[in-house]
Structures are given as structure tokens and as C-alpha cells.
């Protein structure tokens, strides 16, 4: 999974930012990226934040056995430049650039990115009214 993907806040105001997915990839690591991704898939992400002023993801992360840890993503921002991942934090037993930190930052992709945790919401399908009136047609 390399290229750009969307994050997606709902704050009071949406934010959404350009990320450069393989910063983060880049700089967890094959395993702890892939056992972060699948915690984003198991929405083990409990609460996230994003601080304006130190460009962080903030939030907690479920972990193994019950454990929540507090959690942080940084990015450096440039104009006209996608975002890009440049350290993690956590209060887990690694403290930091941990498979915590993947989840937290992958629990916020829009849907339909490339590595979202979210899944896209299934489109309505036009025919489903239209079939309960079939016997009076």
C-alpha cells in the first residue's frame, strides 16, 4: 500500500489531509505495520483527536488482554505537499512507532483509501423498493 490516502476528522469542522501512506509504512515496519492494520480493522481505535498545533493524531488504542494505551501520530505538513508521518508514540511496552500507532492513523482514512480500516457504505440498491411492488405492477 503506497501512494496517497485521505484523512477524514469529524471535529467540529472537518479536516481532511492528504497523507503519504508510505511514510508510515516506512517507518513501522512490515510486521507491527500489518498487526497495527489489522487493530484498525478490529476498530480497536477508542477515541482520536487531532492538535492543530503539534500537526498530531492523538487518541487510545485497545490493546492485547484489555489494555488501552494513550497514543500519538506527528506529521510534518508543507504546502501544497501531502502529509507525511513522522513519528509515533505510545505508552505500550515498544513506546514508540508500535502497531498502536498504524491503528490510530489508519482508524481515521476516509473510506475507500488505500488502507482504510473503514469500510465504504454500501450504495442503496435502486431496485430493492421497487421490488416489494412488484405484485401490483
Excluded at 80 to 90: N, T, W
Amino acid at each position: 500500500m503506497t501512494g496517497l490516502s485521505s484523512i477524514v476528522l469529524a471535529m467540529p469542522q472537518i479536516i481532511m489531509l492528504e497523507l503519504d501512506l508510505s511514510t508510515l509504512q516506512r517507518a513501522i515496519g512490515g510486521g507491527s505495520y500489518v498487526r497495527g492494520a489489522e487493530y484498525a480493522r478490529q476498530q480497536a481505535v477508542q477515541h482520536v483527536t487531532w492538535d492543530v498545533g503539534e500537526t498530531a493524531l492523538h487518541g487510545t488504542v485497545r490493546g492485547q488482554k484489555g489494555n488501552v494505551y494513550q497514543t500519538a501520530a506527528f506529521f510534518s505538513l508543507a504546502d501544497g505537499q501531502p502529509a507525511e508521518f513522522e513519528m509515533g508514540a505510545c505508552t505500550c511496552p515498544l513506546e514508540r512507532n508500535c502497531k498502536h500507532v498504524v491503528a490510530l492513523v489508519l482508524s481515521v482514512l476516509e473510506p475507500g483509501s488505500p488502507g482504510s480500516a473503514r469500510p465504504e457504505r454500501p450504495q442503496p440498491d435502486w431496485r430493492q423498493p421497487l421490488d416489494s411492488l412488484s405484485p401490483w405492477i
